[in-house]
Nanobody
Framework: QVQLVESGGGLVQAGGSLRLSCAASGRTFSPYAMGWFRQAPGKEREFVAATRWSGESTYYTDSVKGRFTISRDNAKNTVDLQMNSLKPEDTAVYYC?????????????????????WGQGTQVTVSS
């Protein structure tokens, strides 16, 4: 079974930075892709960023492009989300997710239902 554990959330002022980390464990952890999603109170869970576990492909929602960077360390089974120039609208619980099998369409990375494994979430609060 795959377990994902997020860390690095917290309270930061607008314009500040945070780095989230997701540590994955499991006897045979070999995902096809990993992603970050977020969910604000009263809103649906939304896609933030994703990366293939091999190669250089990364994906971002438009609202975070140029501010957030997803990166992975295959040896350590971790995926990080560096968040810069944070805005109050970035406030949410951030979730790490993983998918084992391949996806042919780049748009597939955006949908939570395409990920089978989820972490418990970490709160990010950006004050104005």
């Amino acid at each position: 079974q795959v377990q994902l554990v997020e860390s690095g959330g917290g309270l930061v002022q607008a314009g500040g930075s945070l780095r989230l980390s997701c540590a994955a464990s499991g006897r045979t952890f070999s995902p096809y892709a990993m992603g970050w999603f977020r969910q604000a109170p009263g809103k649906e869970r939304e896609f933030v960023a994703a990366t293939r576990w091999s190669g250089e492909s990364t994906y971002y929602t438009d609202s975070v492009k140029g501010r957030f960077t997803i990166s992975r360390d295959n040896a350590k089974n971790t995926v990080d989300l560096q968040m810069n120039s944070l805005k109050p609208e970035d406030t949410a619980v951030y979730y790490c997710a993983a998918r084992r099998t391949s996806m042919t369409l780049s748009s597939s990375y955006y949908y939570p239902n395409n990920y089978a494994y989820w972490g418990q979430g970490t709160q990010v609060t950006v004050s104005s």
